[in-house]
């Protein structure tokens, strides 16, 4: 079974501060990986993707990638209350391939 | 960017009833599509790949007799609920990708009386 594990939360953060959310995946073939944000009762809305090692970064988003310890991160800075949504952490094999999503991290930020 | 349009966006109906769920990409061409569902409070799980002008590849688990998947042209994927039951309510919810990372569809929210 590949699994994709994130801590279900809810994460709680002033606003204005960086929150911090975490995820592993079990198969250590996995290339392409994505953070997805999806509000109550909404599809999910592509945040960042990565495939290499390292930090990407695209405003106040930055996603961290480290293939040998299997772990995904995203950060977003200056939190903002309407960044309040459970974010979904999703690996595939190959760009293009179906999507292995974790069951999300519930991050609120608070005015 | 990339558009995924899906409909409709909400379905109620009574338990025997068929229910067929398009999902079309606008600005591009997809030769394969992807379904998943999504039960309250679950994450989305992978159902099928619809494959242009082939047979659907089905999950382990998932009846391909009750979910008919039908990919006719590079822009159109129906799934389509046979004989629905309340079991089935859930929100449906479609994939497709010009090249990158997949677009999702708005969602289908069925729900079945």
């Known amino acids: 079974q590949k699994e994709v594990e994130q801590n279900s939360g809810p994460l709680s953060v002033p606003e204005g501060a960086i929150a911090s959310l975490n995820c592993t995946y079990s198969?250590?073939?996995?290339?392409?990986f994505f953070w997805y944000r999806q509000y109550s009762g909404k599809s999910p809305e592509l945040i960042m993707f990565?495939?290499?090692?390292g930090d990407k970064e695209d405003g106040r988003f930055t996603a961290q990638l480290n293939k040998a310890s299997q772990y995904v991160s995203l950060l977003i800075r200056d939190s903002q209350p309407s960044d309040s949504a459970t974010y979904l952490c999703?690996?595939?094999?190959?760009?293009?391939?179906?999507?292995?999503f974790g069951k999300g991290t519930s991050l609120l930020v608070t005015p | 960017g990339a558009v995924v349009s899906q409909h409709p966006s909400w379905v109620i109906c009574k338990s025997g009833t068929s229910v067929k769920i398009e999902c079309r990409s606008l600005?591009?061409?997809?030769?394969?599509m992807f379904w998943y569902r999504q039960f309250p409070k679950q994450s989305l799980m992978l159902m099928a790949t619809?494959?242009?002008?082939?047979?659907?590849?089905?999950e382990q688990g998932v009846e391909k007799d009750k979910f008919l998947i039908n990919h006719a042209s590079l822009t159109l994927s129906t799934l389509t609920v046979t004989s629905a039951h309340p079991e089935d309510s859930s929100f449906y919810i479609c994939?497709?990708?010009?090249?990158?990372?997949?677009?999702f569809g708005d969602g289908t929210r069925l729900s079945i009386l």
């Open positions: 990565i495939y290499s090692n």
């Open positions: 994939s497709a990708s010009p090249g990158g990372p997949q677009h």
């Open positions: 619809s494959n242009e002008g082939s047979k659907a590849t089905y």
């Open positions: 198969d250590r073939g996995s290339q392409s």
């Open positions: 999703a690996v595939n094999m190959r760009v293009g391939y179906a999507l292995n």
């Open positions: 600005d591009f061409q997809a030769t394969t």
